[in-house]
């Protein structure tokens, strides 16, 4: 379980097979890479290619069928329920699909993620508005998700992942329901934190954001690692 | 040391109101779904309590009914009163006799007077018989047993080759199928209120698993998220366990005022079927330990079934 290399994450041999039907289908195949800290790492792929899986295996949210997926030195899917919850504390996701939760406003959305780390009230509360400022929804603090329009959402998922600021971001195609203008703030807000040290994990197939961005790029190709270059381009 | 210590129950303090917080806001913010788990629980709460009703007036039915059954020993009518206390004394030594009642030659004529006083012919016998003996029935004592199965042996012992000279008559055999019959009906009463309760119980517990089981089901994705957070087993089990105790204490107060109007309307009913049983009464010298026990169950039944819904989803 314990690894001696100084890395953030590591995938090593790592198949996943989802059954569909007692059809197995293939997610990940053989797939072998280190991200270091404080990287920037774009993982870009057609849809269906493997890019959430890849997420998925990091947040312990799935298991691999066969190989070994590190967090820094712990081996993610031999950890108990309760480390794995601390690891993602650790974490910052961003969901394609925001989840939110629906019964809590967006401030409490936000607060959420400083009070499973028991962040005292006061300064819940000066990092949540500072936040929503940030991402420009300080007037919609108090407002439900269903009341947001699907960019104002995504900005409310973005700040719930950094407001605790996280070793590690990973992004799930955050800019696919945004507009230009959205996305473009979007990314800045992201190389703005990782200018602070994070290390992000940015899952996407949007060609200008990653040709923007001149970082690492990953290319997935039906569960394969096709490409894998510094300052690498989207090319498929 | 001592810090670390602070610190920790301080950690705790606020993890618990944080949990106390989204349970409510839960419970306040999921109109729908906490009126009907509420709804739910008050049926499952009521059952129950009818049941704790039932088995109070079927006790005093019993009771009731018992204290009809004895069996009378008549003395041979020559007899002085002082032995017929020694086999009295003798026969309250024995565990299976709950009480004894002496009733003397002259309580006996007295009462039979009283009962017969229409009837001319038994009359004019008696007056025929007092010519001989101014007292010509004989002394009686009534022999109480605490279950039915006793009087036999009760009977046995009177049969005794000691008192053959002093006992003229055991009435035990000319009342044995009604004794039985009697303590069959109450044995009767008692299986029932096991199978009724367990029943009950059952459907309380099985119904309000199944309601809370779906309003979990309703916030699954929530839950999931929270997972995904990172708040641990507690942080996301809490609040739902919170719900449950809300949801349990309201159904609690609702049925106690609901079982309030029913006692209170069906008093007199319950009165005439029960044997003077007045419910009314019993309810409001009860009422505090009835609410407790609603209470109780309430909140016992929603921590319980929240502990069995969630389960599935904590698991890594």
């Not at chain 2, 705790?12 to 109101?17: E, N, P, R, Y």
């Amino acid at each position: 379980m314990f690894h001696a290399s100084c890395f953030m994450l590591k995938f090593q041999k790592v198949t996943k097979i989802y059954q569909t039907n007692d059809i197995p289908i293939v997610a990940l195949s053989d797939i072998s890479f280190k991200v270091e800290k404080k990287e920037f790492v774009s993982i870009v792929g057609k849809s269906g290619s493997g890019k959430t899986t890849l997420l998925k295996l990091l947040l312990g949210e799935e298991k691999p069928n066969k190989g070994q997926v590190f967090f820094e030195n712990y081996e993610i899917h031999k950890l108990s329920f309760q480390k794995i919850s601390t690891l993602r504390r650790r974490v910052g996701m961003i969901f394609q699909d925001c989840k939110l939760i629906s019964s809590k406003t967006i401030y409490e959305n936000i607060a959420y993620a400083m009070e499973v780390i028991n962040i005292n009230n006061d300064n819940i509360i000066k990092n949540v508005f500072e936040i929503l400022e940030t991402v420009g929804l300080k007037e919609r603090a108090q407002n439900f998700p269903h009341q947001l329009s699907g960019g104002e959402k995504q900005r409310v998922a973005i700040a719930r992942a950094i407001i605790h600021r996280p070793d590690v971001i990973l992004a799930d195609e955050p800019t696919s329901n945004l507009d230009p203008y959205n996305t473009l703030e979007i990314i800045k807000l992201l190389l703005k934190i990782h200018e602070t040290g994070t290390t992000i994990i940015l899952a996407t197939y949007d060609k200008e954001i990653v040709n923007s961005l001149n970082k690492r790029v990953i290319t997935l190709d039906e569960g394969v690692i096709i490409r894998d270059e510094e300052k690498g381009r989207f090319i498929l | 040391m001592k810090k670390k210590e602070d610190l920790y129950y301080k950690f705790m303090f606020t993890s618990l109101k944080r949990i106390i917080k989204f349970g409510w806001n839960n419970f306040y913010r999921n109109k729908g779904l906490s009126f009907s788990s509420t709804f739910i629980m008050t049926i499952a709460i009521l059952l129950i309590v009818s049941l704790l009703f039932f088995r109070e007036a079927s006790q005093f039915f019993i009771s009731y009914i018992q204290e009809k059954v004895d069996i009378s020993v008549s003395f041979n009518l020559n007899i002085d009163e002082e032995k017929i206390f020694e086999v009295k004394n003798e026969l309250l030594k024995m565990e299976e006799i709950r009480n004894i009642e002496y009733s003397s030659q002259e309580e006996e004529l007295e009462n039979f007077k009283q009962k017969h006083q229409d009837d001319e012919i038994l009359m004019r016998s008696l007056e025929e018989a007092q010519l001989f003996n101014p007292f010509p029935l004989p002394a009686v004592l009534n022999i109480k047993a605490w279950s039915a199965d006793q009087y036999e042996q009760i009977v046995e012992s009177l049969e005794d080759e000691k008192y053959r000279n002093i006992i003229y008559y055991i009435d035990y055999h000319d009342r044995r199928l009604i004794i039985e019959r009697v303590f069959s009906i109450t044995k009767w009463i008692n299986q029932i209120f096991i199978i009724l309760s367990s029943i009950f119980i059952l459907i309380a517990i099985l119904i309000t698993f199944n309601t809370i089981k779906l309003t979990i089901l309703n916030q699954k994705e929530e839950l999931i998220i929270q997972r995904l957070v990172g708040a641990s087993n507690w942080f996301i089990s809490g609040p739902f366990l919170i719900q449950g105790i809300i949801s349990g204490f309201f159904a609690s107060l609702i049925s106690f005022l609901i079982s309030l109007g029913f006692v209170y309307l069906l008093e007199f009913q319950i009165e005439s079927l029960f044997f003077e049983f007045n419910i009314f009464s019993y309810f409001l010298n009860q009422a505090f330990i009835i609410f407790l026990v609603q209470v109780i169950i309430g909140i016992t039944l929603g921590i319980i079934s929240s502990i069995i819904a969630i389960r599935k989803y904590l698991k890594a």
